[in-house]
């Protein structure tokens, strides 16, 4: 197929050109090309295809929430063309057996790829590592225990030993559940406000200084998952300019809304980390622009309605987030003039493919074609209603936004098209 007149986001920036694509990869990016089957992609921009490092697809265990096919549809809407999954299943994505669930189920939906991660020790139960070899053999990317912190720093040391035997990187939630103590919101005026119990960021602090800790002394490479505060951003760029491998992401959530959206005690603004101030969200996007923050996850935790539909101490944690990531980053980094385009594309593709090694997240000769074409002058409004995910759990109903995904293309085939709300 080839792609015509497009606006194309390299590494170095936007040139109008045509893509040809063959056999599921860039066959030519080049000026005038023709062929039997082309799409005119005037007005449009081609960014690398999508790669978000973090979502919960829910299955094996929690399919009320979301599923493989579910999950997938979402994705490619949201013009994602390779998602990681995190290891709270059910069981647990501690073993070969569910890694390669995960990917007969994913072949079978045959929408966007997805890549399992791995838990760090069996059932997520912080007492003996997983059977991470056997895990790698049968398609993990990466490792992590999601939603928890391996409380023994011991421990944590051994699997990011493991981890690097097998060419695998540790995905960190930092979190010390004694200095959260049940809080479920950002501890500041707005805790106070509202009478929700908050966690201070020390919580988060903590544990990102005892990783960098760790990966400096054993000089070995460590990701830091949905970093919130200004504080937490301050230590990762203080460890990068020592040499420390650390690499780092952030949510649209953490760059876009202050705690302040607590008082309406919509249990949608539920989040683990906590949505924090002005100053947090200020320095989530200096980190962006700097460097300290390598990409943009969404952290997708789509919920049941029962999950959300209860009183916000009670609710779960977690926002819907695979469809509108890409406008919303968009929206607040490129349009605002904080970022320009290559380097939204960096942290959407090209970073989050060199940290995992995945295949993708650039457009040359010779890479996956894997493309997402959006009309970056459309402006739409969030609607919840109209999410494919079974997740309709997101703060941002009602927000207007602007870049509209049109087609999400993998392996060279369209996958989703947006004005015929297609998943093919």
């Not at 003996?128 to 928890?148: N, R, T, W």
């Not at 005892?210 to 203080?238: K, M, N």
């Amino acid at each position: 197929m080839i792609f015509k007149h497009a606006d194309v986001v390299f590494c170095d920036g936007v040139k109008r050109t045509d893509i040809r694509t063959e056999g599921g990869k860039i066959a030519e990016i080049a000026p005038d090309l023709h062929g039997a089957d082309e799409l005119d992609c005037t007005g449009l921009t081609v960014f690398p295809g999508l790669i978000d490092m973090h979502v919960h697809l829910r299955e094996p265990g929690f399919e009320k929430k979301e599923n493989i096919e579910s999950g997938c549809k979402a994705a490619v809407k949201g013009g994602f063309t390779q998602v990681c999954c995190m290891p709270n299943t059910n069981p647990v994505t501690d073993s070969k057996v569910v890694v390669t669930y995960i990917k007969a189920r994913a072949r079978e939906v045959d929408l966007c790829k997805v890549h399992p991660v791995g838990a760090i020790t069996k059932g997520q139960e912080g007492k003996e590592l997983a059977a991470i070899g056997a895990m790698k053999a049968a398609g993990a990317v990466a490792l992590s225990e999601d939603g928890k912190t391996v409380v023994s720093a011991k421990l944590m040391a051994r699997a990011m030993q493991y981890a690097a035997d097998f060419q695998l990187t540790c995905l960190c939630h930092c979190e010390d559940k004694d200095l959260v103590d049940g809080g479920v919101v950002n501890e500041g005026y707005y805790s106070t406000l509202t009478g929700l119990k908050g966690s201070i960021r020390a919580a988060e602090d903590a544990i990102i200084a005892r990783e960098i800790c760790l990966a400096e002394s054993l000089d070995l490479p460590v990701h830091i998952c949905h970093v919130s505060t200004y504080s937490g951003l301050q230590l990762i760029r203080e460890a990068k300019a020592r040499g420390v491998k650390v690499t780092a992401e952030s949510c649209p959530h953490y760059m876009t809304l202050t705690d302040e959206v607590i008082s309406s005690f919509d249990t949608n603004t539920k989040v683990n980390p906590p949505i924090r101030e002005e100053a947090d969200r200020l320095a989530v996007i200096e980190a962006f622009q700097d460097g300290t923050l390598d990409c943009i996850v969404t952290d997708h935790a789509p919920h049941h309605a029962d999950d959300k539909n209860v009183e916000y101490d009670s609710a779960a944690f977690g926002i819907s987030g695979i469809e509108t990531s890409f406008a919303l980053s968009y929206t607040a980094l490129v349009k605002s003039g904080a970022l320009d385009l290559s380097a939204l594309a960096r942290l959407m593709s090209g970073n989050p493919a060199r940290i995992l090694g995945l295949e993708g997240g650039e457009i040359a000769v010779g890479r996956a074609a894997d493309l997402t074409i959006a009309d970056l002058n459309e402006a739409w409004t969030i609607d919840p209603a109209q999410f494919v995910s079974k997740g309709k759990n997101t703060p941002f109903a009602g927000r207007k936004v602007f870049g509209k995904v049109k087609y999400t293309v993998v392996d060279g085939a369209i996958k989703y098209e947006e004005k015929r709300h297609d998943h093919r």
